[in-house]
């Protein structure tokens, strides 16, 4: 039998103005298993709270119904009320008497009946709850960046400042990610790397930061304060102890391979560090490409290596450690355009570039020195067109979000051109000029009297002859067809999601939308926080940013980590899915349809019919379920059900509703 | 060799064997063209094992009392190997637990009538889609009737006549669960309708409780039916169940795109737990 | 379903009886909101709150059809803004073919309504109401026939004659 108490609520005249709250309690009254029903002016004030607690001591109430205003503001009180009490917390139910009542009717009489019936539903529910008990779970004060770029560098720095352990998983050679590719910044011009390899041996130095480079993640499991991660530390071929970063090997090693650091224009050996400022800065060795491992001759940089770091029979190696926290700074690629725009040549042209492509041209330790030369016979480009939105705003062939660092990059771009050839034409074909920022605009003014032209409309077509690239395209502000014999074409192409995003997303159960950037908790209120508790987004992994809105994001992104990681232990909802493992067939329909990740199916030994079985049965992890309860309808048999709202306690408010 | 000697020499060889552990067939029946589902352990038995134009019963689900013994070995034509299918995918039995002897099935007979069952006349599949073996040939695809046809013709009635028609179905029902207990895709450890506290279907049989029985078990199949008509034929009060069923289906097809349940173990859709962004939206 | 013909049969001061299903975060929120603007709308409905439309169960659908609701609203957040994700993509699906599989049975569409109504759309709340209230009241009572009618049942048929018959020869 339960001893249910209520309470009822005049809130001043909010409530009693519209509901003769007297004749709800003379009905609370003849309910079955209520023990006692008092009203009061204002519950929720201290004295209001005192006599419920009272009442509950005095009458032995072991379940309690609130009639007053909505649950959403005042729930938690009245928890919180109920954990002074012998009365478990959860065996709480609130019956919406002024926001779904009182407020929204004018009849008095109406609105009596209709909070009679509502304090009637909320006795149905109360009767058949059951207490509930907040699991603590322990934090572990570690967090781990996926990702060393510049957004995975700042989370990382600003978590280890504030004194926690980070670990960085970098799947490159070094840190530094694109940022490190980049020539100059927009809009002061610094130079990318003077700004960017500072902060990359920032981390690399920093005692509370491990950079786990070459190092991808395997496996995770757990939940928020406690992820077990399992990272693969792919094969160096070096003894990182040993290892002094010489470079003797690299000088030495006869096999070239095309560089990607250099966008495929220049070659490295096959003992290689990616760029000369690398961070770690040792070499790693290619395993598709050295000779030694490929064809078991060669050799040369174990000879050559003074300190005898050369390893030969490197394995990769697994780590597991737990973190309390995970922040996704996965970035972005270049969208393939090549397949993509078969009228600008879809790769046939040497130079057609990318803009990434052009950065690596005008950076000093780059492929050419510095001189913007053309990739096919060297030669100063006297006219280059500067194609923006190539991907980007083409919902046709590429992506339809706008990547909105283009924009800026292109003006950046033509003004470069423009300081190391003076005597050079340059043109921007635009679809706008977006340049929201501080300084942009200044910036693109600048460049606009730097003598770029620009030329609002897409090219439609590219091809060579007698040695120039004709771009064919429209003035549409002046709606004329548009020619150009150009030397060199960049195209600024858009910006998608690093590859692999969708398994490691998936690993982890973080949200991706449907071009697969990751998914914030909400657009406007928790945009660095993801929908699975514990795990952060940090830089352009969650949409097309600037160094400037990636870096303050990784700010954010921190602070929210180190928010969590400053607290020991977190209590958990314990409004969550149970599973009635009697009842549970183990065929798994729950565990596709749950956005968390949280249910998993396991074998368990069970004594059935006086003998041992072992059948799968599904587990709920009580750390990741957040209590939505879609995986209830799916389970036919009613094995999974969701505390706090079973399926007996709904059937049963409906039956009570339906007595009225 | 008949289709039925190569099952009986098979089912005698995998007992002998002891590959199999329970053989599962069919066996003729106390009166003329009216055969039964045999279980056998003994390879004497096997020559009680008939295949002929009367094998009504679907024998899929029968694996599930037995595969506790050990490996069953099972005749299946279309509808039964789609129901293996079935319980594979739900976990019910593991593939490796059965031997399937595969049969092409030329449509079975209504002893009485002689005339093609009604679910043989509908079926789509006469030959089994997962079988280790055959015994015998392929036999060539009848013409099946329209998939949704009873479909249609209730939906062409006006609102109130399909209401009542409903209701007079409803009323008909004496909740033996017979539909439920053939059911490949009916293997909860415990039917809801029998969840004492969550009280779901009240136990007087009334028209109110037979309909939740109805509307509930169609939308806890709808999605894996295998329309293999077994609920239809058990049915003792001759009830049009799979007018039900085949409503939901035809839905499923229009609405989130084609689909037909259990034809291959690599195929596991499911429309009602997976859902795309774009889905029809018929409210809003 | 309604087999009962109500030609002005019940009584002139009748009240449909509505319940509403709403998820915690977006409808129960913007109907809390209604009531914050003192928006008026009729007493007809009840709200349940469940935390998500995808915990909705179409049973509840039928026990409160079958137990003397006169219509089932069900009210969940815009697709895209489930709190929990995914959870109104798949209440989508099966309230879709649910609603369908009701009107098969010849319920009437406007006693079972499925509506999007985010935390911000209080007026949408009130203006949902008032427009399932009206509908339901022009329907009349849903008067869900519960006993078995009497009739004569049909004899159960097949091998019925053949226990009294003189036995067929068994087949080999």
């Known amino acids: 039998m339960s001893r249910i108490g209520v309470f009822l609520c005049y809130c001043g005249s909010n409530i009693a103005g519209t509901v003769d709250v007297e004749a709800v309690a003379e009905m609370a009254r003849t309910l079955p298993d209520v023990v006692y029903v008092e009203t009061n002016k204002y519950t929720c004030s201290d004295p209001g709270q005192e006599g419920v607690k009272n009442a509950i001591i005095e009458k032995g109430i072991d379940r309690v119904v609130v009639g007053a205003c909505s649950p959403r503001m005042h729930e938690p009180t009245w928890r919180k009320l109920l954990a002074d009490t012998p009365v478990n917390p959860y065996m709480l139910e609130v019956a919406n008497l002024r926001e779904q009542c009182s407020w929204v009717h004018k009849d008095k009489e109406i609105a009596t009946e209709k909070a009679k019936d509502l304090v009637k539903m909320a006795v149905a529910k109360v009767a058949r709850l059951q207490p509930l008990h907040s699991i603590e779970i322990p934090v572990h004060k570690k967090a781990l960046v996926i990702g060393g770029g510049i957004a995975g560098m700042q989370a990382a720095l600003d978590i280890a400042d504030a004194g926690f352990q980070v670990t960085i998983v970098e799947r490159e050679t070094s840190l530094g990610g694109k940022m490190v590719m980049l020539d100059k910044t927009f809009p002061t011009m610094d130079c990318s790397a003077c700004i960017c390899t500072p902060k990359m041996s920032e981390v690399g130095n920093h005692p509370n930061i491990t950079v786990k480079s070459y190092s991808e993640v395997e496996n995770v499991s757990g939940y928020i304060g406690n992820f077990e991660v399992t990272i693969r530390e792919k094969a160096k071929y070096i003894d990182y102890d040993k290892c002094t970063g010489c470079g003797a090997c690299e000088t030495k090693c006869p096999q070239k391979v095309t560089n990607d650091f250099e966008q495929g224009m220049s070659e490295r050996t096959a003992i290689y560090k990616m760029f000369p400022q690398a961070v770690p800065s040792k070499p790693v060795i290619d395993a598709a490409h050295c000779r030694k491992l490929q064809e078991g001759k060669c050799g040369v940089c174990a000879k050559v290596c003074p300190t005898g770091a050369i390893n030969y029979e490197d394995e990769d190696k697994l780590t597991t450690e737990t973190y309390g926290a995970v922040v996704f700074a996965t970035g972005y690629k270049l969208i393939d355009w090549k397949p993509l725009y078969p009228e600008y040549g879809g790769g046939k042209y040497e130079d057609v570039i990318t803009g990434l492509q052009f950065e690596r041209l005008v950076n000093a330790s780059g492929p050419t020195e510095g001189h913007i030369l053309r990739p096919s016979d060297g030669t100063e480009p006297k006219s280059v067109v500067i194609i923006k939105c190539v991907g980007s705003r083409d919902p046709n062939k590429g992506k339809a979000y706008c990547s909105r660092a283009c924009c800026m990059y292109s003006a950046k771009h033509a003004h470069q051109y423009l300081d190391k050839v003076p005597d050079g034409r340059c043109y921007v074909f635009y679809m706008d000029v977006r340049t929201p920022g501080k300084g942009y605009d200044e910036f693109y003014m600048n460049t606009l009297q730097d003598g770029a032209q620009y030329l609002r409309g897409r090219v439609s077509k590219i091809y060579r002859e007698d040695g120039k690239l004709i771009c064919k395209g429209e003035d549409t502000l002046t709606s004329q067809q548009v020619t150009v014999a150009a030397d060199m074409v960049v195209l600024e192409t858009a910006m998608v999601p690093a590859d692999g995003i969708d398994e490691l997303a998936a690993k982890f159960t973080v949200g991706r939308d449907a071009d697969s950037w990751l998914v914030e908790a909400h657009a406007k209120l928790r945009p660095v926080e993801t929908n699975t508790a514990g795990i952060f987004l940090a830089g352009t992994a969650q949409g097309p940013k600037d160094i400037p809105d990636s870096v303050c994001q990784a700010g954010a992104a921190a602070s929210k980590v180190i928010g969590l990681l400053n607290k020991d232990k977190l209590m958990s909802n314990p409004q969550i899915s149970h599973v009635n493992e009697s009842l549970c067939q183990g065929d798994g329909a729950c565990v596709g349809i749950c956005p968390y990740g949280a249910i998993s199916i396991v074998e368990k030994q069970f004594r059935e019919n006086s003998r041992k079985v072992t059948r799968p049965v599904a587990q709920v992890n009580p750390g990741l379920c957040q209590g939505c309860g879609a995986c209830t309808v799916t389970c036919r048999a009613g094995a999974m059900d969701l505390l706090g709202y079973t399926n007996e306690s709904i059937m049963r408010e409906v039956d009570a509703l339906c007595q009225w | 060799m008949t289709a039925q000697d190569t099952i009986r020499a098979r089912a005698k060889e995998l007992l002998e064997s002891g590959e199999v552990a329970t053989f599962i067939g069919w066996e003729a029946g106390r009166f003329a063209n009216q055969t039964t589902p045999l279980v056998i352990t003994d390879a004497a038995d096997a020559d009680k094992l008939v295949f002929d134009e009367y094998c009504v019963n679907t024998l899929a689900k029968y694996v599930r009392d037995v595969v506790s013994r050990g490996k069953v070995g099972l005749v299946v034509r279309g509808c039964d190997s789609r129901g293996i299918i079935r319980l594979v995918t739900d976990k019910v039995i593991k593939r490796e637990d059965v031997y399937l002897i595969g049969v092409g099935c030329p449509g079975m007979k209504d002893r009485k009538t002689g005339e093609l069952l009604k679910k043989c006349a509908e079926c789509r599949h006469n030959n089994p889609l997962e079988f280790d073996e055959m015994a015998g040939d392929a036999v060539e695809k009848p013409a099946a009737a329209e998939r949704f046809a009873e479909v249609a013709e209730v939906e062409a009635m006006a609102q109130a006549d399909r209401s009542r028609y409903f209701e007079s179905v409803y009323a008909k029902c004496i909740r033996c669960y017979a539909c439920r207990d053939v059911c490949p895709c009916c293997t909860c450890r415990e039917c809801f309708v029998d969840a004492r506290r969550e009280n779901w279907v009240g136990k007087q049989n009334n028209v109110a409780e037979n309909r939740f029985y109805g509307l509930t078990r169609v939308m806890h199949i709808g999605d894996r039916c295998i329309e293999c008509g077994e609920c239809e034929r058990a049915c003792p009060m001759d009830l049009p169940l799979m007018k039900l069923n085949r409503k939901v289906i035809q839905d499923m097809n229009d609405l989130f795109g084609e689909f037909e349940s259990a034809l291959s173990l690599e195929d596991t859709t499911e429309p009602l737990i997976e859902y795309r962004l774009d889905d029809v939206e018929e409210f809003m | ?172």
Not at chain 3, 65 to 73: F, I, P, R, S, Y
Request: glycine content about 8%; some cysteine.
């Open chain 3, 1 to 172: 379903m309604s087999v009962v013909e109500n030609n002005g049969a019940y009584p002139e001061n009748w009240e449909p009886k509505i319940i509403a299903f709403c998820c915690h975060w977006c409808t129960y929120t913007g109907a809390d909101l209604a009531g914050l603007n003192r928006m008026n709308y009729p007493a007809n409905v009840r709200v349940l709150r469940i935390p998500c439309s995808g915990r909705m169960n179409p049973q509840y659908v039928i026990e409160a059809l079958n137990k003397g609701c006169d219509g089932v609203l069900v009210c969940g957040c815009h697709p895209g803004d489930c709190h929990y994700v995914t959870g109104n993509y798949y209440a989508r699906r099966r309230m879709l073919i649910f609603k369908r599989l009701l009107e098969y049975e010849g319920l009437e569409p406007e006693r079972f309504q499925v509506r999007w109504i985010s935390g911000a759309e209080a007026g949408k709340f009130r203006d949902t109401v008032m427009s399932v209230v009206e509908q339901v009241r022009a329907l009349g009572p849903l008067n869900l026939t519960r006993e078995i009618p009497a009739f004569e049942l049909p004899r159960i048929p097949d091998d019925e004659d053949a226990f009294n018959a003189v036995p067929e020869e068994v087949t080999a």
